[in-house]
């Protein structure tokens, strides 16, 4: 998939979020009062609809439309909340519902097999819809993610959304935590990118329900709202490159476990990572781009908790006095994820053409219990920063720091930032794991791109450093902080220049695609002994036609 098929999913969320954000305030007047019929701690749940109509556009070109129908979750009397967890890559997902009921917290494990993932509830939302004649159009069934979208349903709710922002779709996700805070509301659409509606333009009525083994698992009423659904042609044509430039979001598309920001004169990168080519499927709404500034931020009428976080900050001076860090002093926890988006290709930015590459994805993250904390400081004139890690104690005061390694610009396309070059590094071993190729990118800037496992200790389900808009400096910098937070990880796409393996005189057979965390050991950790991680591949074909067959690993069936 192409960099511009990515943005053009964006694009379409971009616009069916900004206008479900504006009707979650519509929608305060149809908050559930709390009901006397459930025991204490047990959320009071409730399917409404916003408005009763809405428009979606279907561009030309496109085979369909992402339909965002503004129906919302309600949540009274208790919040919502699930813990989502699997022991190991050959375990099933587990989900458990959290009752808490003042000091008070009970847990009910839903029945196996309701989820697959860590995306939502799948088959949560049946939605039926038919054309002016009475026809029946279309049916779909949609994931419901709690941390989809939210506001508030009344002034009194808590004023802000403890909860994660989204729900993980990296397909080695290990933990994560959904919920819905107490007089609040979540979205309920959901879309699959790989198939948008093929609804032709026309007037329809959608009539949508959750499903039965939903309302009767969690007491949810049996509601059908309906919405007026009008779809409309719409073109570039008129509009210039404003508007062009509106709908794809152009340098600032978002999206899940994409890496490096693409060089241009956009003064903001939203989302989890500022990527031009992100990993489907598709971010919660309150995390995708709104194509412009005002659709975003914590102020009157953004309710949804989406926010521009504030820029790290490096110490103004490097440290001085004695390094080192005192031994019970909480450290990160670097693990390796297998790799995945393994793919033939002849070429990124900065390979050689007409040669084949092996290339793929990799995430390293944070175990903690401590987030990784790295400055960089420059001397005036120098073409490297001199990298620093720190170290706090548990009220967050700095106890200690130990140099560790370098920083370096990295002037590429695709790149113009600064790298820390002691992370992680990526090998293609063969057969008898004996080194084969190694690639050329050993240098990475941090975000915190992906959830992993917010259910570890110390997990922060709100880090700040989720895009390149936070991190990373720029080339007339001093200095840099780059943090990598607990629970979350780091993920390069295939798609990143530099990082995938060149091939093209290797024979068929087996190999390994071997992700390395902290590979030369200058980063202080609680544990060193499971910074590596391996993914089987199988090369075949002829060059210029080169296969790869990607074998499950273990449970997880991701290529």
Same mark, same amino acid.
């Given at each position: 998939? *192409?960099?511009?098929?990515?943005?053009?999913?964006?694009?379409?969320?971009?616009?069916?979020?900004?206008?479900?954000?504006?009707?979650?305030?519509?929608? &305060?007047?149809?908050?559930?009062?709390?009901?006397?019929?459930?025991?204490?701690?047990?959320?009071?749940?409730?399917?409404?609809?916003?408005?009763?109509?809405? @428009?979606?556009?279907?561009?030309?070109?496109?085979?369909?439309?992402?339909?965002?129908?503004?129906?919302?979750?309600?949540?009274?009397? =208790?919040?919502?909340?699930?813990?989502?967890?699997?022991?190991?890559?050959?375990?099933?997902?587990?989900?458990?519902?959290?009752?808490?009921?003042? @000091? *008070?917290?009970?847990?009910?494990?839903?029945?196996?097999?309701?989820?697959?993932?860590?995306?939502?509830?799948?088959?949560?939302?049946?939605?039926?819809?038919?054309? &002016?004649?009475?026809?029946?159009? &279309?049916?779909?069934?949609?994931?419901?993610?709690?941390?989809?979208?939210?506001?508030?349903?009344?002034?009194?709710?808590?004023?802000? !959304?403890?909860?994660?922002?989204?729900?993980?779709?990296?397909?080695?996700?290990?933990?994560?935590?959904?919920?819905?805070?107490?007089?609040?509301?979540?979205?309920?659409?959901?879309?699959?990118?790989?198939?948008?509606?093929?609804?032709?333009?026309?007037?329809?009525?959608?009539?949508?329900?959750?499903?039965?083994?939903?309302?009767?698992?969690?007491?949810?009423?049996?509601?059908?709202?309906?919405?007026?659904?009008?779809?409309?042609?719409?073109?570039? #044509?008129?509009?210039? #490159?404003?508007?062009?430039?509106?709908?794809?979001?152009?340098?600032?598309? =978002?999206?899940?476990?994409?890496?490096?920001?693409?060089?241009?004169?956009?003064?903001?990168?939203?989302?989890?990572?500022?990527?031009?080519?992100?990993?489907?499927?598709?971010?919660?709404?309150?995390?995708?781009?709104?194509?412009?500034?005002?659709? $975003?931020?914590?102020?009157?009428?953004?309710?949804?908790?989406?926010?521009?976080?504030?820029?790290?900050?490096?110490?103004? #001076?490097?440290?001085?006095?004695?390094?080192?860090?005192?031994?019970?002093?909480?450290?990160?926890?670097?693990? !390796?994820?297998? &790799?995945?988006?393994?793919?033939?290709?002849?070429?990124?930015?900065?390979?050689?053409?007409?040669?084949?590459?092996?290339?793929?994805?990799?995430?390293?993250?944070?175990?903690?219990?401590?987030?990784?904390?790295?400055?960089?400081?420059?001397?005036?004139?120098?073409?490297?920063?001199?990298?620093?890690?720190?170290?706090?104690?548990?009220?967050?005061?700095?106890?200690?720091?130990?140099?560790?390694?370098?920083?370096?610009?990295?002037?590429?396309?695709?790149?113009?930032?600064?790298?820390?070059?002691?992370?992680?590094?990526?090998?293609? $071993?063969?057969?008898?794991?004996?080194?084969?190729?190694?690639?050329?990118?050993?240098?990475?800037?941090?975000?915190?791109?992906?959830?992993? %496992?917010?259910?570890?200790?110390?997990?922060?389900?709100?880090?700040?450093?989720?895009? $390149?808009?936070?991190?990373?400096?720029?080339?007339?910098?001093? !200095?840099?902080?780059?943090?990598?937070?607990?629970?979350?990880?780091?993920?390069?796409?295939?798609?990143?220049?530099?990082?995938?393996?060149?091939?093209?005189?290797?024979? %068929?057979?087996?190999?390994?695609?071997?992700?390395?965390?902290?590979?030369?050991?200058?980063?202080?950790?609680?544990?060193?002994?499971? %910074?590596?991680?391996?993914?089987?591949?199988?090369?075949?074909? *002829?060059?210029?036609?080169?296969?790869?067959?990607?074998?499950?690993?273990?449970?997880?069936? =991701?290529?």
């Amino acid at each position: 998939m *192409t960099s511009q098929q990515h943005r053009k999913r964006i694009t379409r969320a971009s616009l069916a979020a900004a206008a479900s954000l504006t009707v979650v305030v519509v929608a &305060a007047g149809a908050a559930p009062g709390a009901g006397p019929s459930s025991p204490a701690g047990t959320p009071k749940l409730k399917l409404v609809a916003a408005s009763k109509a809405v @428009t979606v556009d279907r561009w030309e070109g496109e085979s369909g439309v992402y339909l965002d129908l503004g129906t919302y979750i309600t949540v009274d009397k =208790a919040p919502l909340e699930f813990k989502v967890t699997r022991k190991s890559y050959k375990d099933p997902v587990v989900a458990q519902q959290i009752l808490r009921d003042g @000091t *008070t917290t009970r847990t009910k494990t839903l029945p196996a097999g309701t989820v697959k993932d860590f995306s939502g509830l799948p088959g949560f939302l049946e939605v039926t819809i038919t054309d &002016a004649a009475g026809h029946v159009a &279309a049916k779909t069934r949609g994931t419901f993610c709690p941390n989809n979208a939210s506001g508030r349903i009344r002034p009194d709710a808590p004023a802000k !959304s403890h909860y994660p922002e989204s729900c993980p779709t990296n397909p080695f996700t290990l933990g994560s935590v959904w919920g819905v805070e107490k007089g609040w509301a979540s979205n309920s659409s959901a879309f699959d990118y790989d198939k948008p509606l093929d609804l032709p333009v026309g007037e329809y009525t959608a009539k949508v329900a959750v499903a039965k083994k939903y309302r009767d698992m969690f007491g949810i009423p049996d509601d059908r709202p309906t919405v007026k659904v009008t779809v409309r042609q719409a073109t570039d #044509e008129g509009g210039g #490159e404003g508007v062009a430039a509106e709908r794809s979001g152009a340098h600032h598309a =978002a999206g899940h476990g994409g890496h490096e920001a693409p060089a241009g004169p956009v003064s903001h990168h939203y989302g989890p990572r500022g990527a031009d080519a992100p990993t489907p499927p598709a971010l919660s709404h309150a995390l995708e781009d709104r194509g412009a500034a005002h659709h $975003l931020g914590d102020g009157p009428g953004h309710t949804d908790g989406s926010r521009i976080a504030p820029a790290l900050k490096a110490n103004a #001076e490097r440290p001085t006095g004695r390094a080192g860090a005192p031994a019970n002093v909480p450290k990160p926890d670097l693990r !390796s994820l297998p &790799a995945w988006d393994i793919a033939i290709t002849d070429g990124e930015d900065g390979d050689v053409p007409g040669k084949d590459y092996l290339a793929f994805s990799a995430n390293v993250w944070n175990a903690g219990p401590a987030p990784l904390v790295v400055d960089g400081f420059r001397t005036p004139g120098a073409d490297l920063m001199d990298a620093y890690q720190y170290f706090y104690d548990a009220n967050g005061r700095q106890v200690g720091y130990t140099p560790t390694g370098t920083m370096e610009w990295d002037p590429r396309i695709g790149h113009e930032h600064w790298h820390f070059t002691d992370f992680a590094s990526y090998r293609l $071993l063969s057969a008898d794991r004996t080194e084969a190729v190694r690639s050329g990118k050993e240098a990475f800037c941090l975000a915190n791109t992906d959830a992993v %496992n917010y259910t570890v200790k110390n997990a922060n389900w709100h880090p700040y450093n989720t895009d $390149l808009s936070t991190a990373c400096g720029e080339q007339n910098s001093l !200095s840099v902080r780059e943090v990598l937070d607990v629970g979350s990880g780091d993920t390069y796409t295939q798609y990143r220049p530099g990082q995938s393996f060149d091939i093209t005189d290797l024979p %068929n057979g087996t190999y390994y695609i071997q992700v390395v965390a902290n590979p030369s050991k200058r980063l202080k950790e609680t544990n060193l002994n499971n %910074n590596v991680a391996l993914r089987k591949v199988i090369l075949g074909g *002829t060059p210029g036609h080169r296969t790869v067959k990607v074998p499950p690993h273990q449970l997880i069936d =991701a290529r």
